[in-house]
């Protein structure tokens, strides 16, 4: 059975930044695409980022494109999401998921079979 564990959330002022990072045990997850999705109080859980298995495709919400970043190193069996000029509006608890659709890029959560703990991001202003 495979586990993702987050970490590198924490507090940071606005305009700062916080790298990410979704580590994978228990099984190989190099043929997993990987996304990573966030959720604050009272809202529902929203699409971030999304990698797939090969490096080759990307995909971002519209709310960060262009701020976060992310990426994977298939040999440490690792994804990191990098977030910079971060904003208030950004603050929730961060989770990355993985789905055995190598290519699937998409924002559906319902296709991520694997989900870790979450990570809490706060951005203050």
């Known amino acids: 059975q495979g586990q993702l564990v987050e970490s590198g959330g924490g507090l940071v002022q606005a305009g700062g930044s916080l790298r990410l990072s979704c580590a994978a045990s228990?099984?190989?997850?190099?043929?997993?695409?990987v996304g990573w999705f966030r959720q604050a109080p009272g809202k529902e859980r929203e699409f971030v980022a999304a990698i797939s298995w090969n490096y080759g495709n990307t995909y971002y919400a519209d709310s960060v494109k262009g701020r976060f970043t992310i990426s994977r190193d298939n040999a440490e069996n690792t994804v990191y999401l990098q977030m910079n000029s971060l904003k208030p509006e950004d603050t929730a608890v961060y989770y990355c998921?993985?789905?055995?659709?190598?290519?699937?890029?998409?924002?559906?959560?319902?296709?991520?079979?694997?989900w870790g703990q979450g990570t809490q991001v706060t951005v203050s202003s």
């Open positions: 998921a993985a789905t055995s659709y190598s290519d699937y890029v998409g924002r559906d959560l319902y296709k991520y079979t694997y």
């Open positions: 228990g099984r190989t997850f190099s043929s997993y695409a």
